[in-house]
């Protein structure tokens, strides 16, 4: 199954460079660039997410601009290489949005890349051409993956966990640095050739499920296929590889939080007097605070929830009529059951008989219950609409059977922080 091998990893020079101020969230969710920019004239921004306006260097696009700052940065020390391979162990705190901390651990290491239909490696989210075009120019620039994938996998008897733990509970850290939020990132090193041998041998059992970096994954095959052509290589080459990010679905400590939708413009309507609604839902309408309850207790059921300016709806499925329309449905019933397909398909689309067009032009998404709430009576959208997390068996059913969830299905947390480690693709 899973080819998962130590690596000789790209790491900052601490004695050259503050840690907290070269580190980054992930690109996807960075709004301004200038931010990073300003923090350090290190900070892995200016690789992994160049400005697109060109203000160091006259005539060269951000991508080379990137691949330069790769070579530059190892040739001043600024960056390091690790002598010999090295598995990784990682722990990063993190915030949930109720202020509650957590902490997530894991282990960096090399993947052989393989392709979804091996389900050896597999996605659960759709991708877009966009976010691969920009990933695939920097592969090229660099040669480099320049942040990780984040990927899940079983590990229930804590064969590779028990590893991990024994290095963050007795070891002293690699690297370590808290950021201004008072989180804590540390990095241990695995260099015991048998517990690599261990790992290794344990993840030759494991499927591995994309969580975070569906289009950088697709992007590196792409890469690797560019590259077998251009070469007419034989044997396994570094672009065969891509690094990881993995955590066991049930010790790690991640969190997968629900994607709630904001709708610019949207009919009004009264959830609880609409005969299309009813027919498929037991509606009540109710205060808005009432609505952040219901969604937030555990084990609520099957419901959803619509918030106006005029107050909230609960909307409980009944799961008889909705399994009378799932008879001619194309997709597994696994698919349907998602809190977001109870939204999409089963109340937009079959309900309100709203055009994918419809939506699409409308949405805007936001996970934070507080925002999603009162956004309608703050004027911020028309209507929002609110759901349940996916789960992580949810995500493993869905991928397995070669289907993937609605788009924004799922956030997991933590965003792994950018910056720890470049795995380069040369020899």
């Known amino acids: 199954m899973a080819d998962v091998k130590p690596f000789r990893a790209v790491r900052y020079n601490t004695s050259k460079v503050d840690l907290k101020k070269v580190i980054m969230p992930p690109y996807d969710i960075i709004r301004d660039v200038n931010e990073y920019y300003q923090r350090d004239p290190y900070n892995i921004v200016r690789i992994d997410k160049a400005r697109e306006e060109n203000r160091e260097?006259?005539?060269?696009?951000?991508?080379?601009?990137?691949?330069?700052?790769?070579?530059?940065?190892?040739?001043?020390?600024?960056?390091?290489?690790?002598?010999?391979?090295?598995?990784?162990?990682?722990?990063?705190?993190?915030?949930?949005?109720?202020?509650?901390?957590?902490?997530?651990?894991?282990?960096?290491?090399s993947v052989k890349l393989e392709e979804f239909e091996k389900k050896i490696v597999l996605p659960h989210e759709r991708t877009h051409s966009g976010p691969k075009a920009d990933r695939l120019m920097l592969m090229r620039a660099t040669n480099a993956n320049t942040s990780p994938i984040l990927s899940l996998y079983f590990d229930p008897e804590k064969n590779?966990?028990?590893?991990?733990?024994?290095?963050?509970?007795?070891?002293?850290?690699?690297?370590?640095?808290?950021?201004?939020?008072?989180?804590r990132h540390s990095l241990w090193a695995i260099s015991d050739p048998a517990e690599q041998e261990k790992i290794g041998f344990y993840m030759k059992s494991c499927q591995l499920f994309i969580a975070d970096g569906h289009h950088r994954y697709e992007t590196a095959l792409n890469y690797r296929d560019e590259m077998r052509a251009k070469e007419n290589s034989s044997g396994e080459r570094p672009y065969d590889r891509i690094m990881m990010v993995l955590i066991?679905?049930?010790?790690?400590?991640?969190?997968?939080?629900?994607?709630?939708?904001?709708?610019?413009?949207?009919?009004?309507?009264?959830?609880?007097?609409?005969?299309?609604?009813?027919?498929?839902?037991?509606?009540?309408?109710?205060?808005?605070?009432?609505?952040?309850?219901?969604?937030?207790?555990?084990?609520?059921?099957?419901?959803?929830?619509?918030?106006?300016?005029?107050?909230?709806y609960i909307m409980e499925l009944k799961q008889d009529a909705y399994d009378k329309l799932l008879e001619s449905a194309p997709r597994i019933r696994e698919y349907y059951m998602l809190s977001v397909s109870i939204l999409h398909y089963l109340l937009f689309e079959n309900a309100l008989k709203m055009q994918d067009k419809e939506i699409l032009e409308n949405i805007d998404y936001t996970q934070d219950i507080e925002e999603a709430v009162m956004a309608p009576a703050k004027g911020m959208c028309e209507a929002s609409f609110l759901v349940q997390p996916a789960t992580v068996e949810e995500v493993k059913v869905i991928s397995l059977n070669n289907e993937v969830m609605p788009q924004k299905s799922t956030y997991f947390l933590p965003k792994l922080a950018t910056g720890f480690m470049i795995n380069l693709l040369e020899q």
């Open 248 to 312: 066991s679905m049930e010790h790690a400590g991640t969190s997968i939080l629900p994607t709630h939708r904001l709708m610019k413009k949207f009919r009004r309507l009264d959830f609880a007097e609409d005969t299309a609604v009813k027919s498929f839902f037991k509606v009540r309408k109710v205060g808005l605070e009432t609505v952040k309850k219901a969604m937030t207790a555990e084990d609520c059921g099957k419901i959803i929830a619509a918030c106006c300016r005029d107050g909230g």
């Open 57 to 109: 260097a006259p005539g060269i696009d951000k991508y080379a601009r990137s691949g330069l700052a790769v070579r530059r940065w190892l040739e001043e020390g600024i960056l390091l290489r690790d002598e010999k391979p090295l598995f990784y162990v990682y722990e990063q705190e993190y915030f949930m949005p109720s202020g509650e901390k957590k902490s997530m651990i894991s282990f960096y290491a």
């Open 160 to 183: 590779v966990h028990e590893i991990l733990e024994k290095y963050r509970t007795s070891c002293a850290p690699l690297m370590q640095c808290v950021n201004d939020d008072g989180l």
